[in-house]
């Protein structure tokens, strides 16, 4: 994939306007906004909503929340993680949990990095200023599967 570009997985529209907002603002990216566990397994495998898709047009990272409707964060993790296509994807956890149990649960499942979405607006939008300009410039990302 030529083009760099960041899938968020949000389901609070609070939360995903600050995020847009802060990447924008730093022209960082394209972002393709999901706001369910199911709906962003369909985007990252081309199937529902998504069939038309090129499955092969893989993010260059996913913002993943953990509390979503539908599928939770952790159970996408688990299924991109067992798919060969997108074992290697790089995923970020973006989330408000304080839970220690989520903090391992992400970790063993194999995020990639693990971030609590700070409470105060300059804060967040500068916490997602930086994850993009490390994941999106700096971070020198895996390949991932390069076919069906």
Do not use: H
């Amino acid at each position: 994939m030529s083009e760099k570009m960041i899938l968020l997985v949000e389901d609070n529209p609070d939360d995903e306007k600050l995020t847009l907002r802060a990447l924008t603002r730093n022209n960082l990216t394209k972002v393709d906004v999901v706001r369910d566990g199911v709906e962003a397994l369909d985007y990252l495998f081309a199937t529902g909503a998504y069939a038309g898709r090129d499955v092969n047009a893989l993010p260059t990272v996913v913002l993943l929340d953990l509390k979503l409707p539908k599928l939770d964060g952790l159970g996408v993790l688990r299924r991109l993680r067992a798919d060969e296509r997108t074992k290697r994807l790089s995923v970020v956890v973006l989330t408000s949990s304080k839970e220690e149990q989520d903090l391992m649960n992400s970790y063993n499942l194999g995020a990639n990095s693990y971030i609590r979405k700070p409470v105060d607006f300059t804060q967040f939008i500068e916490a997602v200023r930086q994850l993009g300009v490390y994941w999106l410039e700096l971070n020198e990302p895996a390949p991932v599967f390069c076919g069906v």
